[in-house]
């Protein structure tokens, strides 16, 4: 893991990303996108791709899963915010849909 990831951005370095990421927020030093899906089927199956690549990377986010739609909150516990990681799952999660 590089010193980077797990650097704490600041509050300039989170709107340039979320610039980029047009459907996560900033909530409570995290960030968030809930997605919706065609139902609970195809939710579940996205929750399963997010957790394989969550799981390979080490970098698990929270899920709250309510029928067909999946929010996921993403920090970086070990720098206490919002850090590279955070915005790089977000691009993954994004690329799944």
């Known amino acids: 893991m590089t010193e980077q990831a797990l650097t704490k951005m600041n509050e300039e370095q989170i709107a340039a ?3 980029t990421h047009s459907d996560w927020v900033e909530l409570n ?3 968030q996108r809930t997605f919706e899906f065609v139902d609970f089927v195809a939710a579940m199956k996205f929750v399963n ?3 394989e690549y ?3 990377v080490g970098h698990h986010p929270d899920l709250l899963i309510r029928y067909n739609k999946v929010t ?3 920090s970086t516990h070990d720098a206490s915010g ?3 990681k955070d915005f790089d799952l977000a691009t993954k999660a994004d690329g799944l849909v």
Do not use: P, R
Request: no cysteine.
């Open 72 to 74: 996921l909150s993403v």
């Open 82 to 84: 919002i850090t590279v």
């Open 49 to 51: 791709q997010i957790a």
């Open 29 to 31: 030093s995290q960030i």
């Open 17 to 19: 990303g979320l610039e």
């Open 54 to 56: 969550a799981e390979s």
